[in-house]
Every structure is written in C-alpha cells, then in structure tokens.
C-alpha cells in the first residue's frame, strides 16, 4: 500500500523537522516546503492527503494560500501557527480548515491529529451504516449521511457528533463551545454559527429535501433525523 503524503509548509527547520521526523516514523511520505509559491508548483503536479500550513510565511499569507488551494483541490488542511490570538484561530477555523495547532507543539500529538483527520477523510462504510439516514463513529472520527460518507473539518464533526449525541434536544451556542472550545471567549459565538452553516450546506448538498439540523431561535440548535 503507498504510503500517505503529507505537504508541510513552514519556513523553520526547528519546526519541519522534528514533526517530518514523526511523520516519517509513523509511516507517512513527507515532503517540506519553506515557500508557499513552491508548494503550490508541486500542487499542479501531485495532490497530497494531507497539507500542513503555517500562517506566517514569508512570501504568502498563509490565509490566502488556504482559499487558493482549497479552489484547487479538496483536501485537509491544518493550520501550524505562532500566532495565538484568538482572531486568527477564528479565522482559521471558519475558513474551514481541520485543525488548528499552535507552536510549540508536540510533533506526537500533530502527527495522531493528522492520522484521525485522514482516517475521517477516507474511512468507508458498511452496508449496515448505508441503511441508516446518519451514523456518527466516535472512535474512527467518521459519519455516515444516507450512505455517503461527509468530508467534514474536525469542528463540525465535534459538533455533529454532539447534536446527534441527544436528537431533538436543543443546544445551546453556549453548550457547543464549551463542549468543543474549553478557552473559549464570546466571540466564539460567531465561529459556531459558521461551522453550523457549512455543516448544514454539507449535509443539504447529499440530501436537498432534508434539513435535520434546526436553529431554534435565541436558543441554538438540535438535530432532528427522519
């Protein structure tokens, strides 16, 4: 089986290398990138399952090569930054990336984010699970929507995975970002809706005749299954 590729782009070898090292020993392919521009020549050439991005490159905002890559190719990607305000968490996260990590990091525990991200990437389903209209897998980070399974960022499957936890049972904003964000401010507000928004269009692009997840107004969300 050939190996999984992983695209890291970071412009410091203090923090390429150590986590391409456990990459490489967890039996990833992985191949560093200090430029943006570079990464997205190799782009046109291969697509990888996996890119690591940091914000703060030297050529490009790392904001806008994700809006450019993510025009090009469907894939993972997750946000490696020194940055710790909150602003650009929030912006990283509504943009849709799959993780965001900040520096200094265990190179460990990026590498086991990255192998749940892809294993929620390309995980398939038995015929038992297509029968159901949602099936939600904790353990392989996966769900299951009439058959098809959703390619989704690891924020809204934690919130999925919460509604579908209690069906019909109303959550509040609140709730959901203390459940996924513990630091959170309330500012965080905003970042829920969003991620409520294209987990809604990710679920209404498979089935357009059903809306399960519903906003109940000045309360916050629930998740009714037909």
Not at 187 to 195: A, G
Request: aromatic share 8%; proline share 4%.
């Amino acid at each position: 089986m050939a190996k999984r590729l992983i695209f890291i782009v970071d412009d410091e070898p203090a923090i390429t290398e150590p986590l391409a090292y456990a990459l490489t020993t967890d039996g990833f392919q992985v191949e560093s990138f200090t430029l943006g521009q570079a990464c997205q020549q190799r782009l046109n050439e291969q697509i990888p399952d996996l890119l690591v991005l940091d914000v703060g490159l030297p050529d490009i905002n790392g904001f806008e090569l994700f809006r450019t890559i993510k025009a090009q190719a469907d894939l993972p990607i997750l946000f490696l930054t020194a940055r710790g305000e909150e602003i650009d968490r929030v912006v990283g996260l509504e943009l849709g990336a799959d993780d965001y990590v900040v520096k200094p990091f265990s190179p460990r525990e990026v590498a086991a984010r990255i192998r749940v991200i892809i294993k929620r990437y390309n995980t398939g389903v038995s015929d038992t699970k297509r029968e159901q209209s949602l099936t939600v897998n904790q353990q392989t980070a996966t769900a299951v929507y009439f058959g098809t399974t959703l390619s989704l960022t690891r924020f809204e499957f934690l919130i999925l995975a919460q509604l579908a936890e209690s069906p019909e049972h109303v959550f509040s904003r609140a709730q959901l970002i203390d459940t996924l964000w513990p630091d959170r401010s309330g500012s965080m507000e905003r970042s829920v809706d969003t991620h409520i928004k294209t987990l809604r269009s990710k679920l209404k692009h498979i089935r357009a005749d059903v809306d399960v997840i519903k906003t109940h107004r000045g309360l916050g969300y629930s998740l009714e299954l037909p």
